[in-house]
């Protein structure tokens, strides 16, 4: 059910910056991308969304194409407790469809 | 203070037996959610009540019933267990149906025997 594609997964180095790119090539006008992420045995954590402009918070910058059939989250400083699961979301009405996600491991 | 909360953490059952997972969310969300990720860890979600309605119900079995005594709480009663009902239920609310950002709880892990 996911409208989006992630590399299964990624390594980084520790204080480096995390480039995590998704796909949505079939993303509609008014949809949003979402980007939550799951450590280890815990629930998955909001990051960051975006429907058109880059954004950027305390966590995060997203840069959207400007054709938004892609995107690229990035983590400026990747500290060791960054390693989880990332997923690129397209939300389809009312429901978050997670995907694979990447697996991203940051190393020191 | 635990923004969503969820009761038990682990549950270990036997086939055919009946079991309740206990949601509370002290947000002040509207909308509450269940997710169910499975061993090849898939989430899925399966259940979306707003202000105690039923708005989501995706293809899960009528052996899952969920009930929303109130806004705070979102609960998961699951009738005559089976062994492909083992994984971690996750909990979720948002201030409402529309709202970027949903709060998980911590899982709880369902393992059938």
């Known amino acids: 059910d996911a409208k989006t594609t992630q590399p299964p997964s990624m390594d980084c180095a520790e204080g480096r910056a995390a480039n995590l790119p998704c796909n949505h090539s079939?993303?509609?006008?008014?949809?949003?991308v979402y980007w939550y992420r799951q450590i280890h045995s815990q629930g998955p954590q909001y990051i960051i969304h975006?429907?058109?402009n880059n954004e950027t918070n305390e966590m995060a910058s997203l840069i959207i194409t400007e054709d938004r059939k892609s995107s690229t989250l990035i983590l400026p400083h990747a500290t060791l407790r960054d390693t989880a699961v990332y997923y690129c979301?397209?939300?389809?009405?009312?429901?978050?469809?997670f995907g694979a996600g990447t697996t991203v491991t940051v190393r020191a | 203070d635990t923004a969503v909360s969820q009761t038990p953490k682990y549950l270990v059952t036997q086939m055919g037996n009946d079991k309740s997972i206990k949601c509370e969310q002290n947000?002040?969300?509207?909308?509450m959610y269940w997710y169910k990720q499975d061993s090849k860890k898939f989430l899925k979600i399966m259940f979306s009540?707003?202000?105690?309605?039923?708005?989501i119900n995706e293809t899960v079995p009528n052996r899952f019933s969920p009930k929303s005594p109130d806004k705070a709480h979102l609960n998961l009663h699951i009738n005559s267990l089976e062994l492909g009902d083992s994984a971690v239920y996750f909990c979720?609310?948002?201030?409402?149906?529309?709202?970027?950002?949903?709060?998980f709880g911590p899982g709880t892990r369902l393992t059938v025997t």
């Open positions: 975006g429907l058109k």
């Open positions: 079939t993303i509609s006008g008014n949809e949003y």
């Open positions: 979301i397209v939300r389809d009405d009312y429901k978050l469809s």
């Open positions: 979720a609310s948002s201030l409402g149906l529309v709202s970027y950002e949903q709060y």
């Open positions: 947000l002040g969300h509207d909308t």
């Open positions: 009540y707003n202000n105690k309605e039923l708005i």
